[in-house]
């Protein structure tokens, strides 16, 4: 019986060391923590990354919708729907009635989830005989959000569109 408890108090004074150290568990806890820092930064970075695009994904789309919708009421303004007095107007201004017509049928864009807004612009082409309207739109870029400069940093797309009616306004001297 002796030898037997002398037996499992060697086997106790044994068993102590199979373990790690305080010191190595610190070291493999400063790692890990160094590590995770490292990567919730490259996380919070992709996410941030993916906001921004999502919200230039939603300003594009809301443009390129506000343009089929300017380009499907240029094709609703008709010259054989519209009153003699109407067209003869229309035909000494053909840009100034698209304009018209296009700002009272199709609003500016208005993105959902966009905290900033699109401003767009028609100017007309000064050249003489140039019927053509220029829409402009105008936004700040979503990539330099919040930082120092980004006042500056706008965005423009431009789009020309010729008045389908016009064609018909001229005729020919025979």
Known sequence: ????????????????QDGFTLVEVLVAGVLLASIMASVSRLSTSALASSSKQ??????????????????MEDSYLRFTEMSPTEQEESCKDPTGKLQSH??????EPSPDGVSQTIERTF??????GMDILVVK??????????????????EYRRIELNPNFSSQCFTTIK
């Open 1 to 16: 019986m002796l030898s037997r408890l002398r037996h499992n108090l060697k086997n106790n004074s044994t068993q102590g």
């Open 54 to 71: 999502a919200e230039r994904t939603r300003i594009e789309a809301a443009i390129n919708n506000n343009i089929q919708n300017l380009q």
């Open 102 to 107: 296009l700002s009272e049928q199709v609003p």
């Open 123 to 128: 100017e007309t082409l000064a050249e003489d």
């Open 137 to 154: 739109y105008k936004f700040k870029s979503p990539e330099y959000k919040g930082k120092s400069d980004a006042d500056e940093r706008w």
